[in-house]
């Protein structure tokens, strides 16, 4: 039995379980303090596993930016984040503490990746892209099965695309970029350069081709530089049933042909899927890395 | 003793040897047609094996795009390159049947970047970018020492930045998506933006500004999407010396503290930085690429 938390920035999601097909409970909450916020979380695991008995590990899926590393003295944490009140936050370290449990801790996008890859729509794939469309933009990746970090981790909304101000005079909404892919198409880059919210748009909005556009100029970048073998877009700006399709027709007219690959060329609609979990890719996600903790330490032991 | 092949679209680099330091023998010649320019590389090799001894294996740093998966019908193809004569030519294949040895293939700057990971400024690193700027730009990566390929392989050169006509009414030359970073900032793109050869341009010139404020783009893009730990800028225009400073300056100001890393923050001296071996990332990746063959024979033995 593993734990799994989803923390985001709005709501967190707890959850136990081993898998899509057995999630044993689960509940979820507004994102308040960081004190209060945590202390749910823990009252939330304490109770589960005495209702189910002990977890093996949890994972955390979790907003950021984050410190992922485990050779630093602040992993775990929630570093430059603007919410108020959870900058250089522990959030990982509270939880191993109080729950005596091995924890997993990485992006929210990086575990959705994971989750998307173990049991969603990325399964036996060596190179996978999760990127999520809503209040803000960001992205994941998995590279030969392991989540990428390098020097932090990726931060995908914030690419530079082009931007033809003729078109769109909207400045952007990024406070540190202005008219980065976040501050051109997020949902409330979307609401604000309409003035009106992004789910309140019809379908033949011209909204729509503009933010298809933004995302093909993501998808090419992307494309050309991790060349993965999916790219799974989630978020609540992608359920929108007309823009996925969009999206698709004008990635393969923005990449001219020049990556030679079918995927792209014939099957762009099994390149630029949406989640194969749904809405559950970061709780499930945090479920599976709970289990690579598992995994790691039974190794561990082995050796 | 290993061999290695940095098959350029201009020249082709042969070299025996074990390292920086052990580089027996070493040609280069024009790249002619496909059948001479081959013919002439394993003429180099059969001569070199005479006079050295026998090759353990061979590495190829190939032009391209190229398919680099071992599990494919046209592994070891120079694929749709545009180059006359080129296109799906079989260029590790005739290697490995006339020498009888193991060959090692991928792309330029893929190879480049183990290169510069092996014994070069990468050294040690988790996750690494090698990016050239020239004739073309391309760009490769090692990420957990392993060289990056996930659909097809990465094609760097060709991600799409924000292009301020106003600012540069210059269209872009590259034949598919017109003002991508290589359409923008290659050698041939500063020669036909300019009216003159991109090496003729004093160091004072606007040409550098511009050319800058487009890699410091891309880096950024980079950096958004695969969090390298270092980035190493090599190539023919990168040789002018006021251009790397400029990379690194204005690198800084568009990431605007977002990605909070001393790395960044602090060190972006060491983070984008010139190869640490010259010239010879290519061949000598190359040479690192036959080393590779020659352990995973040693362990598919040893199994």
């Given amino acids: ?109 990086n575990v959705a990746a994971l989750g998307e890859w173990q049991w969603g729509a990325g399964r036996g794939l060596g190179t996978l892209v999760y990127v999520t469309v809503g209040t803000g933009i960001g992205g994941g990746a998995l590279v030969g099965g392991q989540m990428l970090h390098g020097l932090v981790h990726p931060e995908m909304g914030h690419l530079r695309i082009p931007h033809d101000r003729a078109a769109d005079p909207f400045a952007g909404a990024c406070p540190y970029h202005g008219d980065c892919l976040e501050g051109l198409a997020s949902g409330p880059a979307i609401a604000a350069r309409w003035g009106a919210a992004a789910e309140t748009l019809p379908a033949d909005h011209p909204a729509w081709a503009l933010e298809a556009e933004y995302l093909a100029l993501a998808m090419q970048n992307l494309v050309c530089t991790l060349s993965p073998e999916r790219i799974v877009l989630g978020g609540g700006v992608m359920e929108q049933p007309q823009l996925l399709p969009l999206v698709r027709r004008r990635t393969v007219e923005l990449l001219a042909g020049y990556v030679q690959s079918p995927a792209i060329l014939a099957n762009i609609d099994r390149y630029l899927v949406a989640p194969g979990l749904g809405n559950r890719s970061g709780m499930l996600g945090a479920i599976a890395l709970a289990e690579r903790q598992g995994e790691s330490i039974v190794r561990t032991v082995l050796e």
Same sequence: chains 1, 2.
């Fill in 1 to 109: 039995m593993f734990g799994g938390v989803e923390a985001g920035g709005t709501k967190f999601v707890c959850a136990v379980g081993s898998g899509p097909d057995d999630v044993r409970e689960q509940t979820r909450f507004g994102t308040t303090t960081p004190a209060e916020t945590i202390a749910r979380t823990i009252d939330f695991f304490r109770q589960a596993q005495q209702a189910h008995g002990p977890l093996t590990a949890i994972g955390i899926a979790s907003f950021g930016p984050v410190d992922p590393d485990p050779r630093s003295s602040t992993w775990g944490f929630i570093t430059t984040t603007p919410k108020p009140g959870w900058t250089q936050t522990d959030l990982a370290g509270p939880l191993r503490r109080a729950l005596r449990v091995p924890v997993g801790f990485d992006t929210d996008v």
